[in-house]
């Protein structure tokens, strides 16, 4: 492009958001970043604001989940900031690139006492993959393309840059920015053929596709390496859908029995955590791909662990011409397995009883989402039940809280869904405690005309902290929520609407009028506080 830009910090600060694909801007109002406003404003750069900033950065992290670019949120100086680094924390944990410009108290006033003056950086910097000050105004375009490539690059994460108040009010010329240059990792050659000699001549393999097939666009290159090695998968976060329902090869309700039974685990694109039983899959070899040397598992010891490009190194074990052996008996037996588990799901997603079970909500959800629905999980115990019965045709359709379990995420991402998405069904399946986080967003989707179908699964306790505890104790205490609270009643009263559901055969009804409606629509469904999802604790 060459050449060289002229204009106040704002304008400056979107020509290098716009070399790097970003289009939209989620933030709250503060004074302190008037200049990127004005920018976008004149410009045609559209902006999104919301009732809450980590609602912003959620918002941001949609987009840049969904679409696999940098997603960008606006935050003010001092609590702008600070009410912000749930979602920053989030976006490091689920290797999300967002980028948060934030806006600082002038540096020539600095430890005067200006409002809300506070050094953000050393605040951000542990969650960060680059985190700085612009010190000059024609220093915007540089540290934004350096903080977007540090947060693109393999293992992705959020960025942070703040901006004093006088280096964005203030004009300066600069470089015209460039095309990004995101540097690609090619992984140890024999470690490839390693992990791929490994899956091909287990008895008994299986894959775990994590959300970074997704972020790498490993999608295609994960169903090949599957279907030459012929071995089973199973996903999680991003990776669900990369198999479709009905794949030969794609499983969901059989993983029990098949980490438990297999003699090497290949766990692709997510780490060896609580969700995975911390990578202790019995007596089985392990095989971590990961996208970047820092993603390899420190607490275990994998028999390899490849580490770089995801679509590379998955072509690669597509393209394996060595012994193999037969696997074929290996996948019968689990398809039986995962068959008894669609039968056992399908009885309790058709259980008719008073009060409603969580199951009979995603029974009726299953008969009413669309193919290419974005679904949204927000909440502990009612949205474990999502992982085991939701099943996304798609890739790039699932977006939960990932292994923080940062609860808030439901209505930050509706928005970047629905700014994503225009068309799409847009659904929320959020806990009556995590409402309490973000429900007042109904608000900002209703005044921007952004609708989403938000499913609350109400039964009036802390589900995941109440029946633990009396297990333990033979009590509880703080796990109690107002028993059938009205939360369609408070999103109408945003000017929204909605309706509570005490039957279980009046769900289905409730949610074919909420995805109609064409406005954010609470379906309200009182189920039963004695029903816990069956699973160990977390608390390890």
């Given at each position: 492009?060459?050449?060289?830009?002229?204009?106040?910090?704002?304008?400056?600060?979107?020509?290098?958001?716009?070399?790097?694909?970003?289009?939209?801007?989620?933030?709250?109002?503060?004074?302190?970043?008037?200049?990127?406003?004005?920018?976008?404003?004149?410009?045609?750069?559209?902006?999104?604001?919301?009732?809450?900033?980590?609602?912003?950065?959620?918002?941001?992290?949609?987009?840049?989940?969904?679409?696999?670019?940098?997603?960008?949120?606006?935050?003010?100086?001092?609590?702008?900031?600070?009410?912000?680094?749930?979602?920053?924390?989030?976006?490091?944990?689920?290797?999300?690139?967002?980028?948060?410009?934030?806006?600082?108290?002038?540096?020539?006033?600095?430890?005067?006492?200006?409002?809300?003056?506070?050094?953000?950086?050393?605040?951000?910097?542990?969650?960060?993959r680059y985190a700085g000050t612009v010190t000059a105004t024609a220093s915007i375009p540089g540290e934004i393309s350096a903080a977007l490539t540090a947060a693109l690059t393999?293992?992705?994460?959020?960025?942070?840059?703040?901006?004093?108040?006088?280096?964005?009010?203030?004009?300066?010329?600069?470089?015209?920015?460039?095309?990004?240059?995101?540097?690609?990792?090619?992984?140890?050659?024999?470690?490839?053929?390693?992990?791929?000699?490994?899956?091909?001549?287990?008895?008994?393999?299986?894959?775990?596709?994590?959300?970074?097939?997704?972020?790498?666009?490993?999608?295609?290159?994960?169903?090949?390496?599957?279907?030459?090695?012929?071995?089973?998968?199973?996903?999680?976060?991003?990776?669900?859908?990369?198999?479709?329902?009905?794949?030969?090869?794609?499983?969901?309700?059989?993983?029990?029995?098949?980490?438990?039974?297999?003699?090497?685990?290949?766990?692709?694109?997510?780490?060896?955590?609580?969700?995975?039983?911390?990578?202790?899959?019995?007596?089985?070899?392990?095989?971590?791909?990961?996208?970047?040397?820092?993603?390899?598992?420190?607490?275990?010891?994998?028999?390899?662990?490849?580490?770089?490009?995801?679509?590379?190194?998955?072509?690669?074990?597509?393209?394996?011409?060595?012994?193999?052996?037969?696997?074929?008996?290996?996948?019968?037996?689990?398809?039986?397995?995962?068959?008894?588990?669609?039968?056992?799901?399908?009885?309790?997603?058709?259980?008719?009883?008073?009060?409603?079970?969580?199951?009979?909500?995603?029974?009726?959800?299953?008969?009413?989402?669309?193919?290419?629905?974005?679904?949204?999980?927000?909440?502990?115990?009612?949205?474990?039940?999502a992982g085991r019965f939701l099943e996304p045709a798609q890739p790039g359709t699932w977006l939960d809280p990932g292994p923080y379990g940062c609860l808030g995420t439901g209505?930050?991402?509706?928005?970047?869904?629905?700014?994503?998405?225009?068309?799409?069904?847009?659904?929320?399946l959020m806990g009556d405690g995590a409402a309490g986080f973000s429900l007042m967003d109904a608000e900002s989707l209703v005044r921007q005309n952004l609708p989403a179908v938000?499913?609350?699964?109400?039964?009036?306790?802390?589900?995941?902290?109440?029946?633990?505890?009396?297990?333990?104790?033979?009590?509880?205490?703080?796990?109690?929520?107002?028993?059938?609270?009205?939360?369609?009643?408070?999103?109408?009263?945003?000017?929204?609407?909605?309706?509570?559901?005490?039957?279980?055969?009046?769900?289905?009804?409730?949610?074919?009028?909420?995805?109609?409606?064409?406005?954010?629509?609470?379906?309200?469904?009182?189920?039963?506080?004695?029903?816990?999802?069956?699973?160990?604790?977390?608390?390890?």
């Amino acid at each position: 492009m060459g050449g060289t830009i002229e204009g106040h910090g704002g304008e400056l600060a979107l020509a290098a958001l716009r070399a790097f694909g970003v289009t939209e801007m989620f933030t709250l109002s503060g004074g302190h970043v008037f200049p990127l406003y004005t920018a976008a404003h004149e410009s045609g750069f559209p902006v999104y604001d919301v009732r809450h900033e980590q609602s912003a950065v959620f918002a941001a992290e949609a987009v840049a989940k969904l679409r696999r670019r940098p997603g960008l949120a606006v935050l003010t100086a001092g609590p702008g900031v600070t009410n912000g680094i749930s979602g920053l924390t989030s976006a490091h944990f689920n290797a999300s690139p967002v980028l948060v410009l934030g806006g600082r108290a002038p540096a020539f006033r600095w430890g005067s006492g200006s409002l809300q003056e506070l050094d953000h950086v050393p605040l951000v910097a542990p969650i960060t993959r680059y985190a700085g000050t612009v010190t000059a105004t024609a220093s915007i375009p540089g540290e934004i393309s350096a903080a977007l490539t540090a947060a693109l690059t393999p293992h992705r994460g959020p960025a942070f840059l703040d901006l004093p108040l006088e280096v964005l009010y203030s004009t300066g010329e600069a470089a015209r920015p460039g095309e990004p240059a995101v540097p690609v990792l090619e992984a140890d050659p024999g470690e490839v053929r390693r992990a791929a000699e490994l899956l091909a001549r287990a008895e008994r393999p299986v894959i775990v596709a994590g959300s970074d097939v997704w972020s790498g666009d490993a999608v295609a290159e994960l169903r090949a390496a599957a279907e030459a090695l012929r071995v089973p998968v199973f996903a999680n976060g991003m990776g669900r859908g990369a198999l479709p329902p009905g794949h030969p090869l794609g499983f969901a309700r059989a993983r029990r029995v098949a980490l438990g039974e297999a003699d090497v685990v290949a766990v692709v694109g997510t780490p060896l955590d609580f969700r995975l039983g911390f990578g202790e899959f019995g007596a089985a070899r392990v095989v971590h791909i990961v996208d970047a040397p820092g993603q390899r598992a420190g607490h275990v010891t994998p028999a390899v662990s490849p580490a770089g490009d995801l679509r590379r190194i998955l072509a690669a074990l597509a393209e394996y011409s060595g012994d193999r052996a037969d696997h074929e008996e290996w996948v019968a037996g689990l398809r039986t397995a995962e068959a008894a588990g669609k039968v056992r799901d399908e009885e309790a997603m058709a259980a008719d009883t008073d009060p409603i079970k969580p199951a009979r909500i995603y029974g009726e959800l299953r008969k009413v989402l669309a193919a290419d629905a974005v679904t949204i999980g927000d909440g502990g115990d009612f949205v474990s039940y999502a992982g085991r019965f939701l099943e996304p045709a798609q890739p790039g359709t699932w977006l939960d809280p990932g292994p923080y379990g940062c609860l808030g995420t439901g209505l930050g991402y509706a928005m970047g869904a629905r700014v994503t998405y225009p068309g799409r069904q847009i659904c929320v399946l959020m806990g009556d405690g995590a409402a309490g986080f973000s429900l007042m967003d109904a608000e900002s989707l209703v005044r921007q005309n952004l609708p989403a179908v938000i499913v609350i699964g109400n039964n009036g306790i802390w589900g995941l902290e109440k029946h633990p505890m009396r297990a333990m104790y033979g009590y509880d205490v703080a796990a109690d929520l107002q028993p059938g609270l009205r939360y369609d009643e408070v999103v109408r009263a945003l000017g929204g609407a909605g309706e509570t559901v005490e039957k279980a055969g009046a769900i289905g009804s409730a949610l074919r009028r909420a995805f109609d409606a064409g406005v954010p629509y609470v379906v309200n469904v009182l189920t039963d506080p004695s029903d816990a999802y069956p699973r160990s604790s977390n608390l390890a």
